[in-house]
């Protein structure tokens, strides 16, 4: 079982041998946690604390199953204690942690929860600079919501968003729209999730969304939230991206293209869009022409785009064609989960194409690095680094948006597939619904047990400093 928990709340602590000041100080929790062959941190940034005392929650965290979190915290004599306690489908579970202080500045914690696989855990409890997410969210406090639901479509691989079939397999899907209190003709981020799931855009272990989100409202810029994964049937594919394809991300977000130029209150041709890893791809190929012409038609476009960490092996064009769209890949140096390099070589690939693009490479950045929880080992992460010693350039696809004629002798040597073969039946596949989809299942299945792999780096707590790269990158563009 791997768990990661996190919570996040603004500080006013006490007035003993600690002396924290009201506000900026801040504390937080990073505890590691094992069980059998897994580990996890628990990362908290705590707030909140009167009279030696804080509690936080309840929420729910779906994507581990756990509902009813709650969080009780004492300081005494030196000490620090934290009950956790939580439901789920084996009954209620309470975590004591303790912890004891070494300094003005820090404690260290301990834990241990005695399953037949017992959790072992242990970190620190310790005094941090103020992160930006401590800013008074005032603008996300005032902010209108709106769950709005859209047919989007199936799509199974590039070529049948491509050729039109996407439209055999509708799929009812949802985004939630948060809008400034005021004002008409705003302009949108549409941010599209992760292999994690759409729990990511309320978890308490990202923190920093909450800054971005204000401070995109504050200056009068909109974000619309799409849930890729919960009308297909699954909470988050980070163990077996053969799930969902890859390209729902940017077909949802194409399709939502429309479905917000037909907002009351928002301005369709100043629309942004970001997300990481599955996310991130998604930003950068909903800015490629043979897909945005197939779903929206020409001449429109996304005004800005931000991938971060996206994946640039598995999916690029070898030949290109963008749209007019400005691009910024956010990228990590030490992400091995989407290796930084390709997609430096794509965007190189793009401006010679005419594409608007800039790079930013952050050294030692891992995976997953706006999350609060330092970088740790994601056992189950699924990643295709290994296809490389295949494929050293990645999987180029063709104009038709399948696998480059130019990988035919290396498919059919290493991989023993007839790629033109294949190619024709996607297109048979997809005039049926579900059938690309369910074929899309089965490449991947073959593709896996030769070069897929597990384990990977994730985490960093980058999470200030993404929130300020991507609400400055925004509102330069969008305003």
């Known amino acids: 079982m791997r768990i990661i928990l996190s919570f996040a709340i603004l500080i006013f602590f006490w007035t003993n041998t600690l002396i924290a000041e009201e506000y900026p100080n801040s504390w937080k929790i990073d505890l590691l946690c094992k069980q059998g062959g897994s580990e996890w941190y628990e990362s908290s940034y705590i707030v909140n604390v009167e009279d030696n005392k804080f509690q936080l929650g309840p929420f729910d965290n779906k994507h581990w199953g756990r509902e009813n979190i709650k969080f009780e915290g004492t300081i005494k004599d030196n000490k620090v204690s934290i009950t956790e306690s939580w439901k789920w489908k084996w009954g209620s579970e309470r975590l004591k942690i303790k912890g004891e202080f070494i300094n003005g500045n820090e404690a260290t914690l301990k834990a241990r929860m005695p399953f037949d696989k017992p959790w072992r855990c242990k970190g620190r409890f310790f005094k941090v600079d103020r992160p930006p997410h401590f800013t008074p969210l005032k603008y996300l406090s005032e902010a209108s919501e709106e769950i709005i639901k859209f047919t989007s479509y199936n799509p ?174 956010l990228l990590g140096g030490a992400d091995d989960y989407t290796p930084a390099r390709f997609c430096v070589d794509y965007a190189e690939k793009l401006k010679k194409e005419g594409a608007d693009v800039e790079v930013i490479v952050k050294d030692g950045w891992h995976h997953d690095f706006y999350t609060d929880a330092p970088a740790n080992k994601c056992k189950g992460c699924v990643h295709f680094n290994k296809c490389e010693m295949y494929v050293p350039d990645g999987w180029k696809l063709n104009d038709q948006g399948f696998i480059s004629e130019s990988l035919s002798e290396v498919m059919k040597k290493e991989f023993k597939m007839d790629i033109k073969k294949w190619q024709k039946d996607f297109e048979k596949a997809s005039a049926k619904s579900g059938e690309a989809n369910k074929l899309y299942r089965k490449m991947y299945v073959k593709i896996y047990k030769k070069c897929g792999k597990r384990g990977t780096t994730t985490g960093g707590d980058n999470g200030g400093e993404t929130a300020a790269i991507a609400s400055k990158y925004f509102i330069d563009n969008l305003k």
């Not at 899907?173 to 994690?196: A, D, Q, Y």
């Not at 293209?257 to 009351?264: A, E, F, N, P, V």
């Not at 997300?275 to 779903?295: D, I, N, Q, W």
């Open 156 to 329: 199974g691989i590039p070529l049948v968003i491509i050729n039109g079939s996407y439209v055999n397999s509708p799929v009812e899907v949802s985004g939630k729209l948060i809008l400034p209190k005021e004002g008409k003709n705003l302009p949108v981020v549409v941010t599209v999730h992760s292999s994690g799931g759409p729990s990511e855009f309320t978890s308490p272990r990202q923190s920093w969304r909450n800054d971005f989100k204000n401070q995109l409202l504050k200056n009068n810029i909109g974000i619309f939230e799409i849930d890729n994964f919960t009308s297909r049937g699954t909470e988050n594919v980070h163990e077996n991206q053969g799930k969902v394809s890859i390209n729902a991300g940017e077909l949802d977000a194409l399709v939502a293209y429309d479905i917000l130029d037909k907002h009351s209150r928002v301005n369709a041709t100043k629309l942004g869009i970001t997300g990481l890893s599955r996310g991130g791809t998604a930003s950068y190929m909903a800015a490629e022409k043979k897909f945005s012409e197939a779903v929206i038609g020409k001449d429109k476009y996304f005004l800005a785009s931000l991938p971060m960490a996206p994946d640039c092996f598995n999916m690029r064009f070898e030949n290109p064609a963008p749209t007019k769209t400005k691009l910024l890949f």
